[in-house]
């Protein structure tokens, strides 16, 4: 079996939605981090590369149609080159990381290309189509930004809650604060805000060109309030509950965001190809599931595999990259693990950063990887929670390690 390694990582900054990536289409998103990924590799030949796996969560809008393929063919790079894009929902760039190791520890590939992209400012409404032609009722748009639609009503109306509802639920089980939550998200905000102005994004973070004369470039994650505090996020309304027992406000939730990211995994051979040394190596990863309204909780037991597959202990790990879809759900996943916080997002999270959700998982693979390269620890660990119940994990390992 081949070792997978890491050889570079790169993300947009994140927009929030309706904001300054909101007039950039998914797909041409997802071509802009291509094309940067491929011009910081000089020596690359891209006929070389075996394969392109993207991730997407909606896939109902103009990411349409395999959106890793019109990503490749829209970067100009060769038509020979496959395509396939995944969806796990939040988690469908890092199952593409997942995948593409696997062919290269199988030897089926040497260099594979792997992204996510998700624009939730243009993710379209949707009209289904009716049981019978010519209906005298009306019909109703689903919005596909985000959560369930379209449901089927065989499905338990208990798993099918908002994420909002279901998180405020998780919050109950595990005993979680507003002001804990509170706490949790102000951090956030002040270690991404910290992180930028000390260039920890420089080598993570590709600009965006304007797409229209009146545009701006887009250079930084705008959602990030470095101002924020834990009495600023007080004063916030919940947005899922009314009353004594509501917590969950759009200060401690990530926000909807839209952004993309791209990697390149291979072998030794495919760092030859590509002139370049790894970041790191894809150690083990691990999938869990649980019931739907718990989502938040399913990267427990998907880190704990992923650690049990690589024969480590939590106390070899020196960074963990947790997407912060919700601080509720976040805290309850760190208390469980049993772990130092200060290891969690220490350059930000989603909360702060954003959460596009088929480019987050990249963005978390990427980010440990280079927090280890930086500090020169040996373990790290990328976790997230995905609806409908999933979570994903992977480990890696600094190449470079002095600690």
């Not at 998982?361 to 620890?377: F, K, M, N, P, Y």
């Amino acid at each position: 079996m081949q070792q997978a390694y890491l050889y570079d990582a790169i993300r947009t900054p994140f927009g929030k939605i309706g904001g300054s990536l909101s007039s950039h289409r998914p797909d041409d998103l997802a071509a802009h981090v291509v094309r940067e990924l491929v011009a910081r590799a000089p020596q690359l030949d891209s006929a070389q590369i075996d394969e392109s796996i993207f991730g997407n969560a909606n896939g109902a809008g103009e990411e349409n149609r395999n959106v890793a393929r019109m990503a490749t063919l829209l970067a100009g790079l060769p038509t020979s080159l496959p395509g396939t894009t995944m969806n796990r929902l939040c988690g469908s760039s890092l199952d593409a990381s997942i995948a593409a190791s696997r062919q290269i520890a199988t030897g089926d590939a040497d260099l594979v290309l792997v992204g996510g992209v998700e624009s939730m400012s243009r993710a379209p409404w949707v009209l289904p189509k009716t049981e019978r032609p010519f209906p005298m009722s009306n019909l109703e748009l689903a919005n596909t930004t985000l959560g369930w639609r379209l449901v089927n009503p065989a499905m338990p109306g208990q798993w099918t809650v908002s994420l909002g509802e279901a998180t405020e639920q998780l919050r109950e089980k595990h005993n979680i604060s507003r002001e804990d939550q509170d706490e949790f998200s102000a951090r956030s905000h002040q270690q991404a805000a910290a992180a930028w102005e000390a260039g920890k994004y420089e080598n993570l973070v590709v600009p965006v060109p304007p797409a229209t004369k009146r545009g701006v470039e887009v250079t930084r994650d705008e959602t990030i309030r470095a101002d924020s505090t834990t009495e600023t996020l007080s004063k916030l309304r919940t947005v899922f509950r009314t009353g004594e027992n509501a917590t969950v406000t759009a200060g401690n939730a990530s926000p909807m965001s839209d952004g993309a990211s791209a990697a390149f995994l291979g072998s030794e051979r495919g760092g030859q190809l590509l002139g370049a040394d790894p970041i790191a190596r894809i150690v083990s990863n691990g999938a869990a599931a649980l019931d739907p309204q718990f989502f938040g909780f399913a990267p427990v037991e998907a880190a704990n595999k992923a650690l049990a597959k690589a024969g480590l202990k939590w106390s070899d790990i020196a960074a963990v990259e947790l997407n912060e879809a919700f601080a509720a759900q976040s805290l309850a996943c760190i208390r469980a693990w049993d772990i130092d916080p200060a290891i969690v997002n220490a350059w930000g999270g989603a909360i702060a950063i954003g959460h596009p959700l088929g480019a987050s998982g990249l963005r978390i693979l990427g980010t440990v990887a280079r927090r280890l390269q930086e500090s020169g620890e040996r373990y790290g660990i990328a976790a997230i929670c995905i609806g409908v119940g999933q979570g994903l994990a992977v480990v890696v390992e600094n190449v470079n390690a002095t600690k």
